[in-house]
């Protein structure tokens, strides 16, 4: 009789009539030997090992989750904030959690979509169109860092990541001291430091062209851990670590490009 379950359907006293199971423990004949040796290798899935397939439907499940949240946001855009501060903390969580949590992630996902939904609502308000503009420029970077990736153009170094991490902190600290002047009245403008001329352009266009260069670089990390973990025959749980970060850097790519078209829309 067949059965869903693997460890029995693979087990040849499950697969096979009890008779025949009852003769293979004794010495084996020329015939199942033969059967044996015939039977295809345990594929990856078999294994519950990652693979690209695994991965990929991780990820497409984890952005869904993100869009139809987004939607949620996009209509009720006040959520916007408790999504903000929930994504925040389950990112933390995510982080530093040693073992992947498929629900943590789907969950960050939820709290990040409502975000995104919210303040595009508000971006689009003021600049109509906005929002299609950056989308398309989001599927624009991935593709083309996907492709060079995929080509074999364009890898992750030990040099390039030191510089990445570095410019990551140095933006980190603008992007706190920004705030910072925002939040008590130092600067009115609507993006703060951003706002300030330099080479011609405001701070902003400059600074959102590295940033989005960065969040280039980040795909490619991202892209390369995946690689990694298949050659390794990582467990196939690890692909929510890599659908985790995808996401992570897809929604910091995509604030970065809407926050970039409104400052030259704005100028």
Do not use: C, H
Not at 203 to 220: D, H, Q, T
Request: neutral net charge; charged residues 10%.
């Amino acid at each position: 009789m067949a059965t869903s379950n693997p460890a029995f359907s693979n087990s040849p006293a499950f697969s096979q009539s009890a008779t025949k199971a009852v003769q293979w423990t004794q010495e084996p004949s020329a015939e199942q030997l033969d059967e044996l040796y015939a039977r295809s290798s345990a594929t990856p899935d078999q294994m519950d090992r990652m693979t690209y397939e695994n991965t990929i439907q991780k990820v497409v499940g984890a952005f869904a989750v993100l869009m139809l949240f987004a939607a949620v946001g996009w209509f009720v855009p006040i959520l916007m904030i408790p999504g903000a501060i929930v994504g925040f903390v389950l990112a933390l969580v995510n982080i530093f959690k040693k073992e992947p949590s498929p629900g943590l992630i789907l969950a960050y996902t939820a709290a990040q979509g409502l975000f995104v939904g919210g303040i595009s609502m508000t971006f689009n308000a003021a600049f109509e169109g906005i929002v299609i503009q950056a989308v398309l420029g989001t599927f624009a970077v991935i593709g083309v860092t996907l492709a060079l990736f995929a080509s074999g153009k364009i890898r992750a170094s030990k040099r390039a990541t030191k510089i990445f991490l570095v410019a990551m902190i140095g933006y980190a600290l603008f992007s706190l001291i920004n705030f910072g002047l925002m939040a008590f009245g130092v600067t009115d403008s609507m993006f703060g430091l951003r706002d300030t001329p330099f080479l011609g352009m405001p701070l902003g266009f400059w600074l959102g062209i590295l940033v989005i260069l960065l969040a280039a670089y980040s795909l490619v990390l991202d892209f390369d851990s995946i690689q990694t973990g298949v050659r390794r025959g990582a467990p196939a749980k690890y692909g929510w670590t890599a659908a985790f970060g995808i996401m992570v850097t897809v929604i910091w790519l995509y604030l970065e490009i809407l926050r970039l078209l409104a400052i030259l829309r704005g100028d």
